[in-house]
């Protein structure tokens, strides 16, 4: 019998290396490992990669060839701007006249400070005429003797005028370092800003660069023909020849790969994630089926880097619990794998004999109020899992699980000091610890306007069961735990669609320039792999900043394959019934594609026009999009083009605030099509248009149109 055909995703932590390996056609897990990263390889955690990848397949029964997607997703970015281990950067400052002041202040960037006590090594050379090869020259070897190891050009209003920068690089490239300039890692104005986000991806360089050549050569002798991708830090993932460029792409990429899971393996549309290790949780947003990306702070500086909006508490299941006055006074941020301590609820019932509570400082410095057991078997740390298992939140079977009798036992010399019982202590500590996670999880969902009605807590992570459920208990949000969440970062990475993003700062773009963009967007995923019947392209265009951006997201050849599993339409039903919060009575279909139902209800508001709440339901149940009050209307490609000035023109709102368009979405073959980021029926339209163009006159779309406030 011949072995399906895999996705692997393996994931690079700072002290395991998960590997997990999914059936290409139906996206189920087939099997996961786990290695110690080996940092200290000669191959680097290369040689972590091709150890998870060959344990992978023997446990699963596959050969090499069987693989027809390899992603991975590391953290070696991210740690060596926090350890400070990064190259000597030679920056070379382009400019004569006026200019020249603005491109010598960017030698300040010395001061940015990488850790405690060490800053960005960065060398300044200057040269009025990027033309004049021998000036280029000489400033390049200044840096190159002075110890740059990597060289970066900056000019002023090199976005629009690239030449210059051009120039220096191939007066340097001789020189045999790699080189890189402002202009090709962002096209938006800010030369500051440019510049140092310039910068910090070359100080990344050359220690990325080996570690892609090493893996990359690893996996070709383990007999991988597929190309390697690599996770990106906004949830997608991109070639190894792009990360070479990019390198910088890769920080913060290890939440943006269990968000990534969230979205891909558990269908959220709507919600906040919530990956919970042993000592914090980072938290992040589903909005619309997309993950939420902002410009990145980097060494305390905004950047152009476009990032997972992730926050951090310092609550995880290893966290201790902390006492004072008779009562719990908190939990964290320091960990019981901080103490060095194992868990209390995992012990035997003989090694907890005896216990009597002590209090402890985990580091020099700490205040002395942890909580930890002396005991028969040694010393044992009271945490948030040990909470959790004693009132049962905690589902037999889970990564997290320890017999509640166990558990009840740790707590019972704590509730004793305390005057309470078990179930009152457990509580306490828990409302203490998931009370921080609150917290921000209500900001976010303020932040980002989500409806608290429709959103769902999923929770990842090995700790997910001491946080998520206790939050979905407290906060009255719907909540879960993700599949396999032990191992969601991986399953992220083997499901990551490709993806890129291109900004253009264009003041008042014309729908020509808009859709050259959204042209150019398209190109670059195909470029990297993505079927390009599979691309999907969102546009927004923002009038007060004048700048078009275009996100495409693309699944290789295989991965758009039908999932095995469909839900018939009882089960639909039930799906926009449970989101909309009505009675299946009450909602009816009002339109539908192939792949999607759009759903309705009427709600009535004394006094005021009645509401149309719509949901979108895919064939596997899932609903893919929310709207409080939205109009539907079924036409086909030939008549849209009628239909959407219509609509768009009767639907547009005019202000002091200027024109607003409705937000509108195309429901086509298997696609939606988002196009509610453009305010201005003409690109508006021409962007419709341009998603229908090539398909057949006679092919259903229905257009879902919400009018902006």
Known sequence: MTASRIRVGIDVGGTFTDAVAVDASTLGLLGQVKVPTSHRHADGVAHGVVEALERLLAKTGHAPVDVVFLAHGTTQATNALLEGDVATVGLIGVGGGPSAAFTRRLASFAKLELAPGRRLPLLYAHVTDPHDTPAVRHAVEQLKEAGAQVLVASQPFSVDRPEGERAVLDAARPYGLPVTAAHEITSLYGLRKRTRTAVVNAALLPRMLATADLVDASITKAGVTAPLMVMRCDGGVMTLAEMRRRPLLTVLSGPAAGVAGALLQERVSEGVFLETGGTSTDISVVRRGRVAVRHAT????????????????GVGGGSLVRIGAGRVTGVGPRSAHIAGLPYACFASPEELRDATVATVRPLDGDPDDHVVLDAAGGRFAVTLTCAANALGRVPEGDFAYADPRTAHAALAPLAALLGTDV????????????????????????????????????????????????????????GRIARHHEVISPIGVALALVREQIERIVPGASREQILAVRAEAERAVVAQGAAAGAVEVEVTVDPQTHTVRAVATGATELRAQDRTHRADADERLRAASASLKADPSDVRVLAGTAAHTVYGTRTHRPLRPARHPVRIVDLDGVVRHHAADARVESTTVAGAPELLARLV????????????APAVRLLFGSRIADLSGVLDPGPLLALAHSELGGRAGDEAVVAVVEVRA
């Not at 921080?436 to 989500?450: G, S």
């Not at 769902?456 to 001491?466: C, D, N, Y």
């Not at 023109?649 to 607003?660: A, C, L, N, P, Q």
Request: no cysteine; charged share 20%.
């Open 649 to 660: 023109g009767e639907s547009t709102s005019y202000g002091d605030g200027g024109v607003r």
């Open 298 to 313: 980097v060494l305390g500086r905004t950047s152009y880097l476009n990032a997972l909006d992730v926050r951090t508490v």
């Open 423 to 478: 179930e009152a202590v457990a509580a306490r500590v828990l409302d203490s610890g998931v009370a921080q996670v609150r917290t921000v999880v209500d900001a976010l969902i303020r932040d980002y306007r989500l409806d608290r009605d429709t959103a769902v807590l999923v929770g990842g992570g090995g700790g997910a069961a001491s946080v998520t459920p206790h939050l979905a208990l407290t906060s009255g949000i719907e």
